[in-house]
């Protein structure tokens, strides 16, 4: 099996200086995020700067395991979370943001292609104007998600009040 072989090598040290992982497209939710809680809890990934876990098969079970993992020693180099064309919604989404909390703040965090819809979009901003989750510096993607044109705009407002200098992909 791909994951149980890939975590045996990341358990046993033998990437320890690992900066890129790009699993996507292991249809196993469940498994890969157990192992790789397992990894992150355990500081095994400590140099992991691009985390890529687009397409699979990632669910609110999953993704509340990968958060629970998370503190503020867990991924101290991580820059860019990939988590698009999965089956994140909004209890997802917010399990998911209380674990980014937890650590610093992202370049870059992409949910393209989940269950999510405007109020979801809205949460993750409204928390980053409270000041509870830190900015990312570059962008926050929620490419083709179901929003109308007046909801796509009332966001990039909300998002441009906060910092004009943001991208915020719908």
């Not at 045996?8 to 033998?14: L, V, Y």
């Amino acid at each position: 099996n791909v994951i149980q072989t890939l975590f045996k090598s990341i358990n046993s040290g033998n990437v320890e200086r690992l900066e890129t992982l790009d699993i996507s497209g292991l249809d196993e939710g469940s498994k890969l995020m157990d192992g790789l809680s397992k990894a992150i809890s355990e500081n095994k990934l400590s140099f992991l700067k691009y985390l890529r876990l687009n397409n699979c098969n990632i669910d609110n079970d999953n993704i509340k395991l990968f958060s629970n993992s998370l503190n503020n020693k867990t991924l101290p180099n991580l820059q860019t979370l990939n988590l698009s064309n999965n089956k994140i919604n909004f209890i997802g989404l917010k399990s998911l943001i209380s674990g980014l909390k937890k650590i610093q703040p992202l370049n870059d965090i992409i949910l393209d292609q989940n269950l999510l819809d405007y109020e979801s979009v809205l949460y993750i901003i409204e928390e980053i104007n409270s000041g509870e989750l830190k900015f990312p510096t570059k962008s926050l993607s929620f490419y083709n998600i179901d929003l109308t044109d007046d909801e796509k705009e009332n966001l990039q407002n909300k998002t441009k009040a906060i910092n004009p200098n943001f991208w915020l992909i719908l």
